[in-house]
C-alpha cells in the first residue's frame, strides 16, 4: 500500500475549505427575510378576578347572643340548612310571662264558662232574670277572648324566638363566616357569607378600551391553574355602569373553580387587529441574556443588531412567530444565523 503524499493532502484539504465557503456563501441567500409589518390580534392583558354570579348573606333576624354557628368558611351549604342560633333572653323571660298569662285566662274562662252553665239551667226553670244570663253569657265570652289572646301573645313570642334561627338562603361555599361563637349580634348582622354556586371571571377595563367588551367574545386565559385544562371562556355579561372610568365584565369559563374566590386569573382580552413586526423565531438568537437578529447591509455583510423581543404569536405565512418590538423596521433584511 502506498503512502500519501503530503501534496496529496493538502489539496484534499483546500478543496474541502472551498466548497465550505460555497456552501456559506449561498446559505444566506436561501434563508434571507424581508421584513415587514403584518396585521395581528389586538390583546390586553389584564387580571380577572373569581366571582360569583350571586353573594347570598344569612343574616340574624333578631339581635342577641350567637350560641351556635355550625358552619365556617369553606364548608358547602344546602339551601335551607341551618347555619347558627341566636338567643335573646328578653325573648325567654317574655315567653315565660306569657305562659303566665295564657294560664290565668284559663282559669278565669274555666270560671267564665261554669257560671254560665250554672246560669243556664236556672233561667230556663224562671229563677234567674234574662239579664243574669246575659251577664254570664257576656262573662263567658269575654273570658274566651282573653285566652285567645293569650295564646297569640304566647305564639307570637315563640315564633320571634324561632326567628333567631339562620337557615342559608341559597345552596353553595360559606366564604366568610366572620361572628366568633359567643357574640352579640344586632338584627340584620351577616352571619355568613355565601358564594351561589355560579363563579365567573370579573374583569374591568379602562374606559376607553370597553368598547371592544361584546357579549359572546372569546377571551383567552392565560395561567388556567383555577379552570383546569380549559384556556377560553365567553363573555357573557357586560356591565352598563361606569366606576372610576372602568367597566366592567363577566366572563363564563367552564369548570371553574369556586374554592378560591377572589383569586386573580391573567387573561388576555381581544380589542381587534394592530400592525406588528412578526419574524420567525429561527432567526432570533440570544446570548448572554440579550436577544438579536443577524441584519444584512448594502455592502452584503451580515450585523448582530440587538432587538427587543415581545410575545410569542402567530401572522399571515408565520406558524412559530415572535413580536419584534424595537431593533429593526419594515424593509429590513434580515439572515437567519
Same mark, same amino acid.
Given at each position: 500500500?502506498?503512502?500519501?503524499?503530503?501534496?496529496?493532502?493538502?489539496?484534499?484539504?483546500?478543496?474541502?475549505?472551498?466548497?465550505?465557503?460555497?456552501?456559506?456563501?449561498?446559505?444566506?441567500?436561501?434563508?434571507?427575510?424581508?421584513?415587514?409589518? !403584518? /396585521?395581528?390580534?389586538? #390583546?390586553?392583558?389584564?387580571? @380577572?378576578?373569581? &366571582?360569583?354570579?350571586?353573594?347570598?348573606? *344569612?343574616? %340574624? +333576624?333578631?339581635?342577641?347572643?350567637?350560641?351556635?354557628?355550625?358552619?365556617?368558611?369553606?364548608?358547602?351549604?344546602?339551601?335551607?340548612?341551618?347555619?347558627?342560633?341566636?338567643?335573646?333572653? !328578653? /325573648?325567654?323571660?317574655? #315567653?315565660?310571662?306569657?305562659? @303566665?298569662?295564657? &294560664?290565668?285566662?284559663?282559669?278565669?274562662? *274555666?270560671? %267564665? +264558662?261554669?257560671?254560665?252553665?250554672?246560669?243556664?239551667?236556672?233561667?230556663?226553670?224562671?229563677?234567674?232574670?234574662?239579664?243574669?244570663?246575659?251577664?254570664?253569657?257576656?262573662?263567658?265570652?269575654?273570658?274566651?277572648?282573653?285566652?285567645?289572646?293569650?295564646? @297569640?301573645?304566647? &305564639?307570637?313570642?315563640?315564633?320571634?324566638?324561632?326567628?333567631?334561627?339562620?337557615?342559608?338562603?341559597?345552596?353553595?361555599?360559606?366564604?366568610?363566616?366572620?361572628?366568633?361563637?359567643?357574640?352579640?349580634?344586632?338584627?340584620?348582622?351577616?352571619?355568613?357569607?355565601?358564594?351561589?354556586?355560579?363563579?365567573?371571571?370579573?374583569?374591568?377595563?379602562?374606559?376607553?378600551?370597553?368598547?371592544?367588551?361584546?357579549?359572546?367574545?372569546?377571551?383567552?386565559?392565560?395561567?388556567?391553574?383555577?379552570?383546569?385544562?380549559?384556556?377560553?371562556?365567553?363573555?357573557?355579561?357586560?356591565?352598563?355602569?361606569?366606576?372610576?372610568?372602568?367597566?366592567?365584565?363577566?366572563?363564563?369559563?367552564?369548570?371553574?373553580?369556586?374554592?378560591?374566590?377572589?383569586?386573580?386569573?391573567?387573561?388576555?382580552?381581544?380589542?381587534?387587529?394592530?400592525?406588528?413586526?412578526?419574524?420567525?423565531?429561527?432567526?432570533?438568537?440570544?446570548?448572554?441574556?440579550?436577544?438579536?437578529?443577524?441584519?444584512?447591509?448594502?455592502?452584503?455583510?451580515?450585523?448582530?443588531?440587538?432587538?427587543?423581543?415581545?410575545?410569542?404569536?402567530?401572522?399571515?405565512?408565520?406558524?412559530?412567530?415572535?413580536?419584534?418590538?424595537?431593533?429593526?423596521?419594515?424593509?429590513?433584511?434580515?439572515?437567519?444565523?
Amino acid at each position: 500500500m502506498s503512502m500519501t503524499t503530503p501534496a496529496r493532502l493538502l489539496s484534499r484539504h483546500l478543496a474541502a475549505i472551498g466548497l465550505g465557503l460555497v456552501l456559506v456563501a449561498a446559505a444566506p441567500a436561501a434563508s434571507r427575510l424581508t421584513v415587514r409589518e !403584518r /396585521l395581528v390580534p389586538d #390583546t390586553k392583558v389584564v387580571a @380577572a378576578t373569581i &366571582a360569583t354570579k350571586d353573594m347570598a348573606e *344569612a343574616r %340574624a +333576624r333578631i339581635g342577641g347572643t350567637l350560641v351556635r354557628r355550625l358552619v365556617d368558611e369553606g364548608q358547602r351549604v344546602r339551601r335551607g340548612q341551618l347555619l347558627a342560633v341566636v338567643v335573646d333572653d !328578653r /325573648l325567654t323571660f317574655e #315567653t315565660r310571662a306569657y305562659d @303566665a298569662q295564657v &294560664a290565668a285566662a284559663e282559669a278565669q274562662y *274555666a270560671n %267564665a +264558662r261554669a257560671e254560665y252553665d250554672r246560669v243556664k239551667p236556672l233561667y230556663e226553670k224562671g229563677w234567674y232574670a234574662k239579664a243574669r244570663l246575659d251577664q254570664a253569657e257576656a262573662a263567658a265570652k269575654a273570658a274566651a277572648g282573653a285566652l285567645e289572646a293569650a295564646r @297569640a301573645q304566647k &305564639a307570637a313570642a315563640a315564633e320571634l324566638g324561632d326567628q333567631g334561627k339562620v337557615f342559608a338562603p341559597e345552596a353553595g361555599l360559606v366564604t366568610a363566616a366572620p361572628v366568633p361563637l359567643g357574640s352579640v349580634v344586632t338584627a340584620g348582622q351577616s352571619i355568613a357569607a355565601i358564594a351561589v354556586d355560579r363563579t365567573v371571571l370579573r374583569i374591568d377595563m379602562p374606559e376607553r378600551q370597553a368598547g371592544a367588551l361584546k357579549v359572546g367574545l372569546e377571551v383567552g386565559i392565560l395561567n388556567g391553574a383555577a379552570a383546569g385544562a380549559v384556556r377560553t371562556g365567553t363573555i357573557e355579561q357586560v356591565y352598563p355602569s361606569v366606576a372610576s372610568g372602568r367597566v366592567m365584565a363577566d366572563v363564563a369559563v367552564p369548570g371553574l373553580r369556586n374554592d378560591r374566590m377572589g383569586a386573580r386569573v391573567r387573561v388576555a382580552v381581544p380589542l381587534g387587529q394592530r400592525k406588528a413586526i412578526v419574524v420567525p423565531r429561527g432567526y432570533v438568537v440570544t446570548r448572554f441574556g440579550v436577544d438579536y437578529v443577524k441584519l444584512l447591509v448594502k455592502s452584503g455583510k451580515t450585523l448582530d443588531v440587538p432587538v427587543q423581543r415581545g410575545a410569542a404569536m402567530t401572522a399571515p405565512g408565520i406558524t412559530d412567530g415572535i413580536e419584534l418590538l424595537s431593533g429593526v423596521r419594515a424593509g429590513d433584511v434580515l439572515v437567519r444565523p
